[in-house]
């Protein structure tokens, strides 16, 4: 068996000789690796479309056809709390990112299933709008795009604080329209002042029902970090390859100039915007999961048999997480006002039996 999968930079574009140029190596076992977190997240987010119809949940939104780029990045994200390691600012169509940080799917699941023992919001936010202190996880926000004006404020702090963190954001093409984006390039290249943000954003062509190519003139986002002077880059965000090494040269980027660096990746969006929106899968998308299947197969990287075994322990371990929430405990009206101030009323101010409620 070969020890080293080669994929393209973007499958259909580039001549073979490209395909097989050394930059975009990756070893088997991280190809494997990448795999099984893709196919975890994927059937994660499938199973929680359907806790959304079947009534164990009330609203899904998620990130199925974005499993590539988001455990690339998710990976490679230096884990750990405080300015010396890398903060991440999210949107809400991030599982694969920290799945690929190491989160369980039994967190996710919680969060989906709004039980107190969420770990990011206690039950009381949508799904993807994770918060994890110990991991730089800024909380998530259902407002769009003020994410990137608040990256910034992290890498300034980093930037002033010494050491190699770098602070990563990430959002929507239709979102990039709002000030926020324009405020996170300018704070971010300021000569003299620049910050090691890394200014991702995952391009789907859509922003709910609007068309991106009835909204953007430019030809690429990134496009717009030429005034800036932010370098960037385009991706297959549907190749976990070449989102591999398009994340490494962003990390690198950031970490060693303590700049910032922008990259745009193209990705599919394969159930729509939301449960909002029906979340029936969309058929004519690029599926990056399958994409990589074949790959791995046609490579002889991995068997059919080992791949049906990814398949299956993760519909396994997402089926063991969503019997125990069921088990679990929902948020309380005691609860309503506990992390929603710092320091919280109900531990500092109120009475012990304070509940919120009109007596
Ligand atoms: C400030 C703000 N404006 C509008 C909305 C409503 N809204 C929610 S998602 C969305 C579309 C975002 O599209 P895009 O940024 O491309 O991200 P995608 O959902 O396609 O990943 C809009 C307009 C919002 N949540 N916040």
């Given at each position: ?186 704070w971010s290249s300021r000569p003299g002042f620049e910050l090691p943000v890394l200014i991702l954003v995952t391009n789907n062509g859509w922003g709910i029902s609007t068309a991106s190519e009835t909204q953007h003139a430019e030809k690429s986002i990134v496009d717009r970090g030429k005034a800036f002077g932010i370098p960037g880059e385009v991706v297959d965000g549907n190749d976990p390859i070449a989102s591999w090494h398009a994340l490494s040269r962003g990390f690198r980027h950031c970490r060693t100039r303590r700049k910032p660096y922008m990259i745009e990746a193209r990705v599919s969006r394969l159930h729509g915007h939301s449960s909002s929106s029906g979340a029936a899968r969309v058929p004519d998308e690029d599926d990056c999961v ?70």
């Amino acid at each position: 068996m070969p020890t080293a999968f080669r994929g393209p930079t973007a499958a259909t574009l580039a001549p073979p000789a490209e395909l097989w140029s050394r930059d975009e190596m990756l070893p088997a076992a991280r190809c494997r690796e990448l795999h099984r977190l893709m196919v975890r997240c994927r059937r994660l987010e499938e199973r929680c479309i359907k806790m959304s119809k079947s009534g164990e949940a009330y609203f899904w939104v998620g990130g199925p056809g974005e499993e590539a780029f988001n455990t690339c990045l998710g990976m490679q994200l230096r884990r750990g709390e405080g300015p010396a390691y890398d903060y991440v600012h999210l949107h809400y169509r991030n599982p694969g990112v920290l799945l690929g940080m190491g989160m369980p799917v039994l967190d996710h699941v919680r969060q989906m299933a709004m039980t107190l023992t969420d770990p990011h919001s206690m039950g009381r936010n949508f799904v993807c709008h994770y918060s994890k202190r110990d991991w730089n996880v800024i909380p998530v926000t259902s407002v769009i795009e003020v994410q990137y004006v608040m990256a910034p404020g992290t890498a300034l702090m980093q930037k002033r604080s010494g050491g190699d963190g770098v602070t990563a954001v990430i959002g929507g093409d239709a979102g990039t329209h709002e000030g926020d984006f324009a405020s996170c390039m300018i704070w971010s290249s300021r000569p003299g002042f620049e910050l090691p943000v890394l200014i991702l954003v995952t391009n789907n062509g859509w922003g709910i029902s609007t068309a991106s190519e009835t909204q953007h003139a430019e030809k690429s986002i990134v496009d717009r970090g030429k005034a800036f002077g932010i370098p960037g880059e385009v991706v297959d965000g549907n190749d976990p390859i070449a989102s591999w090494h398009a994340l490494s040269r962003g990390f690198r980027h950031c970490r060693t100039r303590r700049k910032p660096y922008m990259i745009e990746a193209r990705v599919s969006r394969l159930h729509g915007h939301s449960s909002s929106s029906g979340a029936a899968r969309v058929p004519d998308e690029d599926d990056c999961v399958a994409m990589f299947e074949k790959k791995l197969l046609d490579r002889e990287l991995m068997t059919k048999e080992e791949i049906e075994r990814v398949h299956t322990e993760a519909i396994n371990e997402i089926e063991e997480a969503v019997r125990q929430v069921h088990t679990e405990p929902r948020p309380t009206a005691a609860d309503v006002y506990t992390h929603t101030y710092a320091p919280s009323p109900v531990d500092s101010v109120y009475p012990e039996d304070y509940t919120g409620l009109p007596a």
